[in-house]
């Protein structure tokens, strides 16, 4: 077996076959209280209620918030207002020139309660993608015990045994490494636009 012919290429239909996701469920009020018990109490100048209030008052509050997150899923539209970010210019490492602007990387602070909505979708897509089994079985990405690390693991592991195999020729099988270059401080700082 080729690389190419790996399975870790995976050359079949790409054409739907799953389940669809037609509409969101409905957030129960518990359900929203362990969403904002799970996220960081950040802060941000958007913030209608500063989230310190928000989680003080968060019994009174919590019907409100339900509300608007069910709706807003049940519609599939995100509030306007939430959509809104500060941006603050980060340097991407503190040895580099503060005065070239490509020193410096974007950083969007939003309001908590659009973190909450987020999570409200991230949360339900999860689940329908796992319940139907419509995840592909090497995507790393967004998915608990799963991480970049553990897909360029699979990659090497595979150049590997194809190189055991005879498959691959190579001076030494640890040059494909060469060729998967990974950089985590880049990893972070990169963004690509398609």
């Known amino acids: 077996m080729s690389v190419m012919n ?26 929203i209280k362990e969403l904002i018990s799970e996220s960081k109490p950040t802060i941000c100048a958007l913030d209608r209620v500063p989230t310190k209030i928000l989680l003080l008052h968060l019994e009174t509050l919590l019907p409100v918030i339900k509300r608007i ?27 580099l020139d503060i005065n070239q602007f490509s020193n410096y990387r974007p950083v969007s602070n939003l309001s908590f309660l659009s973190k909450v909505l987020e999570k409200a979708v991230k949360v339900r897509l999860s ?13 790393s990405a967004y998915r608990p015990r799963h991480s970049n690390e553990t897909a360029l693991l699979r990659v090497c592991n595979e150049l590997q045994i194809s190189a055991d195999n005879g498959e691959v020729r190579s001076a030494h099988p640890t040059r494909f490494i060469g060729c ?3 950089n985590r401080s880049l990893s972070v700082n990169t963004v690509s636009i398609v």
């Open 69 to 95: 997150i069910n709706l807003s899923l049940q519609s599939g539209t995100f509030p306007r207002i939430w959509k809104e970010a500060v941006v603050k210019p980060l340097i991407k490492k503190s040895n």
């Open 180 to 182: 998967v270059r990974y």
């Open 6 to 31: 790996s399975p870790i290429i995976d050359n079949s239909s790409t054409r739907f076959g799953g389940e669809k996701l037609v509409a969101f469920d409905a957030f129960s009020e518990e359900e």
């Open 127 to 139: 689940s329908h993608l796992s319940t139907h089994s419509l995840l592909d079985r090497f995507q």
